[in-house]
């Protein structure tokens, strides 16, 4: 069932005083909120896509939107805060919405590509969880593993990729055969209503709490296969190696890491490709490599959150910057897409081979 967003006007959220201790992001992005709705950008507004409740307390779930309201132009989007514990995501998506706060108020290359572009924020997909200080969702529910995806050849002792033995453990999918959890589906009907329209459209979710470097993630986690939208994935890692030559990314398909069930960007990635076959829809996910915060400062490995976030604060500032280009390079790739989306048969071929061999070729 597809629940209509409430404006944020109308809805007006007033978050409890333990909300406020709790989950200080939840009062920062009331107030951006706030901001979006004074902003000099005509084509700015905030929309509650559902209210998650828990323990008699509501929580809403924020959409910040930006550029004409038509979902057939190129869009971006831009979501955070999956997982309860990962914190810093969450920050780094606000950094990025103030910034471009601040852009639309004077900036008239932003103002300009919010024209033609849009430009979609959600920046806290599990706010019980963050308030919790937990991964998974108010009903113990990993929101990554909740999709209804079944990967391919994965152990069921792999309870990393995701299980259903029991909702005490982490990765639990939640029971086959229920719906998936309203954060999900709220998620899910947001990018169907938003970007399925587009023939043009990229999205970053962004996580932490893997590995020592940076890396972009594109699909799939459910199984080896090459994405078919290869040729467009490679065609984007040229675009970010040429554009910013020093970058620190590792760009590869998440399946170069690890396998998992029930993962939404797989199953909306999918089910854009059915609902609209001529189109490029990339939800790529940003995994922020937090073991290298967790080594220079290895006391954080005692804290829940410490295995997931920076701690020392020019580690925070630094991270909370470094990604800002990056959502920027993104934003211009939608709104100018012809070197990688506007590819001629011979040259996604070539791609496609040179993808296969850089991420696919038998060991
Ligand atoms: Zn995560």
């Not at 109308?10 to 920062?28: H, N, V, Y």
């Not at 024209?115 to 599990?126: A, D, E, F, S, Y």
């Not at 797989?266 to 189109?279: I, M, N």
């Not at 996910?285 to 073991?291: D, K, Q, R, Y």
Request: hydrophobic share 40%; glycine share 6%; aromatic share 12%.
């Amino acid at each position: 069932m597809d629940t209509s967003p409430i404006p944020f006007e109308s809805a007006s959220p007033r978050l409890t005083r333990a909300q406020i201790r709790g989950l200080p992001e939840m009062r920062e992005l009331l107030i951006l909120a706030e901001h979006t709705l004074q902003s000099p950008l005509q084509q700015a507004k905030v929309d509650v896509l559902d209210e998650v409740h828990h323990a008699g307390e509501s929580f809403p779930l924020l959409a910040f939107q930006f550029g004409p309201d038509d979902p057939s132009l190129p869009t971006f989007a831009i979501f955070g805060g999956f997982h309860g514990l990962e914190r810093i995501g969450t920050q780094v998506v606000m950094s990025y919405l103030r910034t471009l706060l601040e852009l639309t108020r004077w900036d008239r290359v932003t103002i300009d590509m919010l024209t033609t572009t849009r430009l979609l924020i959600v920046p806290l997909v599990n706010p019980v969880g963050m308030y919790l200080q937990r991964r998974s969702n108010g009903n113990n529910v990993d929101l990554m593993r909740n999709a209804p995806v079944q990967a391919e050849g994965l152990s069921p002792l792999h309870l990393f990729g995701g299980h259903r033995l029991t909702p005490r453990l982490p990765w639990y999918r939640g029971l086959d055969g229920d719906p998936m959890e309203m954060e999900s589906q709220a998620v899910c009907n947001f990018v169907r209503r938003e970007i399925f329209p587009s023939k043009v459209a990229l999205s970053i979710d962004v996580h932490s709490g893997y590995g020592t470097f940076d890396r972009l993630w594109f699909p799939f986690a459910k199984n080896r296969q090459p994405l078919p939208d290869l040729p467009e994935a490679i065609a984007l890692k040229h675009l970010l190696d040429k554009v910013h030559p020093n970058h620190i990314y590792c760009v590869e398909p998440q399946s170069r890491q690890y396998l998992a069930h029930g993962d939404v960007w797989d199953y909306l990635y999918d089910e854009y490709r059915a609902f609209q076959p001529e189109g490029h829809f990339i939800p790529f996910t940003l995994e922020m490599g937090s073991w290298l915060w967790v080594k220079k400062n290895w006391i954080q490995i005692f804290s829940s959150l410490g295995m997931f976030n920076p701690r020392l604060p020019h580690r925070v500032k630094r991270t909370l910057r470094r990604h800002l280009f990056l959502f920027d390079l993104f934003h211009r790739a939608v709104r100018s897409p012809e070197p990688w989306q506007g590819l001629d048969t011979d040259e996604r071929e070539r791609l496609m081979r040179l993808g296969l061999d850089l991420w696919y070729a038998k060991p």
